[in-house]
């Protein structure tokens, strides 16, 4: 069965919106160590519909180092309002997401990431669906923005390590404590 991880760049006070305003200045090679290692391990990306839109817009044309793994890596956009996927080796997910997620989940494969995708994340979270999450805790308070626990009722987790980067970054990874 793969495990379903979820990746997530917040600061101290819970924001995780649009982090490529106020993240990049954190954003070294360990840290680029530890988001390669991930994305090494995942077979697929699970996004949602906004995320998929704005990797969409970018990574198509983009020359990074990481776009062949980006644009050639199996994608599952999970929405209710797009009805076409247009980049590469994406697949709707619409309907019974929950159901459907579970079916991707059982099959055999690599582990599936989630990159943001807020939404997504807490909907895993409630359904006990996310099998990893990882935070990697920014040392900056935003003081607004979407947080990434907001509107979820309480789900117990298990820390599973930490680690701290040279720029603050604290990398948490938690598990489902039950």
């Known amino acids: 069965m793969r495990k379903i991880i979820a990746s997530l760049f917040v600061s101290v006070d819970g924001v995780a919106e649009a982090p490529e305003t106020w993240h990049f200045p954190y954003f070294d090679d360990e840290m680029g160590n530890a988001v390669s290692a991930a994305m090494a391990n995942s077979g697929a990306m699970l996004l949602g519909r906004v995320q998929y839109q704005q990797f969409a817009a970018y990574w198509p044309t983009s020359e990074d180092e990481v776009a062949d793994i980006m644009n050639n890596q199996k ?12 980049w590469n080796n994406t697949e709707i997910i619409s309907g019974d997401v929950l159901d459907r997620i579970t079916t991707l989940k059982s099959a055999a494969g690599k582990d599936i990431g989630v990159t943001g995708s807020l939404t997504l994340v807490r909907s895993l979270l409630t359904a006990g669906l996310l099998d ?38 604290i990398h948490q990874t938690y598990t489902p404590a039950a």
Do not use: C, M
């Not at 935003?142 to 603050?168: C, I, P, Q």
């Open 75 to 86: 994608k599952y956009v999970v929405t209710n309002t797009l009805t076409e996927a247009t």
């Open 132 to 169: 990893q999450l990882q935070l990697y805790v920014h040392p900056i308070v935003l003081g607004k923005g979407a947080r990434w626990f907001d509107d979820l009722n309480t789900v117990e987790l298990r820390l599973a390590s930490a680690e701290t980067f040279s720029t603050g970054v």
